[in-house]
């Protein structure tokens, strides 16, 4: 009995200890290229997944209407586009992070379903992540960032990427260039001059007067 219990107590205390000399001298899988832990993914899902669904909000404060949807366009494109890509243009790194940033405009595969980013997900479990971000994976907390309102505009679009969304959301999402106004013509230069037509006019006026 007493070598049981002095073996339990070794390997309490030799356990962390070999883990840093492990972590210190070893090759623990820090860079985005490295292998993963086995079963690293399934741990840490399950623990963000259980947060989640204790903490988020199940009914969103706001409506799906079209001035939402166009306003949440207009916020992912400046905050979120460049990880997860525009409507038919994937991210040029989202690929490259580790876990990878998921284009949530492209069709993928979860388990025997076929669906479009994270339409699968509730727009309270979107909301979640946008709000607090999730720590190692390259997505930020926008809590600090967005207000609420804004953060359930975007939530609402993710969640009905694979719908018919308003032609001013498409044409934002799509990334296209906003057309800009054609520039004012210069004004014309005489003798060295540059003379405005309300200047010619002035002077047209004092001409016909003299006269």
């Known amino acids: ?108 595969h979860h388990g025997t379903e076929t669906m479009m980013g994270v339409t699968d997900d509730p727009p309270g479990e979107t909301y979640w992540k946008v709000a607090n971000g999730i720590r190692l994976t390259g997505m930020p907390a926008f809590k600090g960032v967005l207000s609420e309102t804004e953060m359930w505009q975007v939530s609402l679009l993710l969640a009905r990427a694979d719908k018919l969304l308003p032609p001013g959301a498409l044409e934002v999402l799509r990334g296209e260039p906003a057309v800009q106004a054609a520039a004012p013509p210069l004004p014309e230069k005489t003798t060295g001059k540059t003379q405005l037509p309300q200047a010619k006019a002035a002077q047209s006026n004092q001409k016909g007067s003299d006269r």
């Open 1 to 108: 009995m007493g070598r049981f219990i002095l073996g339990v107590l070794l390997a309490i205390v030799l356990a962390p200890v070999c883990l840093l000399g492990w972590l210190r001298f070893g090759h623990p899988p820090v860079a985005v290229s490295d292998p993963p832990l086995p079963q690293e993914q399934l741990l840490t899902g399950i623990a963000l997944d259980a947060r989640i669904h204790r903490e988020m909000n199940p009914n969103p404060p706001i409506q799906d209407t079209e001035d939402n949807l166009v306003a949440g366009a207009h916020i992912y494109s400046e905050k979120c586009a460049v990880c997860h890509g525009f409507h038919g243009k994937p991210s040029a790194f989202g690929g490259q992070m580790y876990p990878d940033a998921p284009s949530l405009w492209e069709m993928h």
